[in-house]
């Protein structure tokens, strides 16, 4: 595949509960039609394999990022198809450990980058431009180079130690988006409560997307179930 005109999505997924969130999201950047290169951190192995039951490797990132991804938020393994043009195999996974991978770089063309989950540790290594591994590193690039930062936290409570951590980041420029699922939408299923939170980091991005009911001035609609 020759890379001219890539102008990717970083997205990275951090050691916080939340891997379908992830999963969602990429589907959505990929159904619109955008790039994505994939920075999934060393922790969040453990809640990929807790949460899916299956790992994410490395050597096996495209096959392990094709299962995860067909992955329903209930478990089922083939609630999704890729759609055509949204293929997975369109995502540039870069192991976490490589520092000297593009997004480690600002002369690496993205439009910018979401964060999702973020681990708590991932919202302190951010705030405090610690960089200790690609994704963190490529968020500071992100922030540096004054791209949207989407950092969709995913803790509770939160300490005020992250409190603060999460005010230095929205000054920076972030946005900071927890992952916390409205009923609004009139959700039904675990799917349509993930679908809500992955639509508004698309949202924050200015991704357009059909993921959830938006609201639109009437009360009661949050009884009558999701988009058709
Ligand atoms: C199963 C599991 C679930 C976790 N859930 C969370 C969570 O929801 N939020 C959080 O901030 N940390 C959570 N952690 C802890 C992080 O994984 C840990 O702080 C790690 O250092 C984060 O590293 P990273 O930001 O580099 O991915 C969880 C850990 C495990 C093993």
Not at 58 to 67: F, M, S
Not at 72 to 93: C, L, M, N, T, Y
Not at 119 to 148: F, H, I, N, W
Not at 203 to 226: F, I, S, T
Request: proline fraction near 8%.
């Amino acid at each position: 595949m020759s890379d001219t005109g890539r102008v990717p999505w970083i997205v990275g997924v951090s050691g916080a509960s939340g891997t379908p969130y992830a999963a969602a999201v990429v589907r959505g950047l990929l159904s619109a039609g955008e790039d994505v290169d994939l920075v999934v951190s060393r922790a969040s192995r453990l809640t990929i394999l807790d949460e899916t039951g299956h790992p994410f490797r490395d050597a096996h990132a495209e096959a392990d990022l094709r299962r995860w991804l067909a992955r329903g938020a209930d478990g089922s393994p083939d609630a999704f198809k890729a759609e055509p043009g949204a293929d997975p195999a369109r995502v540039r996974h870069w192991p976490p450990g490589d520092l000297a991978a593009g997004p480690s770089s600002g002369s690496y063309p993205v439009k910018g980058m979401v964060i999702v989950p973020a681990s708590t540790a991932c919202v302190a290594g951010v705030a405090l431009g610690l960089s200790k591994d690609l994704l963190q590193r490529a968020a500071s690039v992100t922030l540096k180079e004054r791209r949207p930062l989407v950092v969709a936290v995913r803790e509770t409570p939160l300490s005020g130690q992250t409190l603060r951590h999460l005010v230095t980041l929205d000054e920076a420029g972030a946005v900071v988006l927890p992952a916390s699922p409205a009923f609004y939408a009139g959700a039904r299923h675990i799917q349509d409560l993930v679908d809500f939170v992955a639509g508004r980091v698309l949202d924050a991005a200015g991704v357009p997307h059909q993921l959830y009911r938006r609201w639109e001035g009437e009360l009661g609609r949050g009884g009558v179930g999701p988009m058709p």
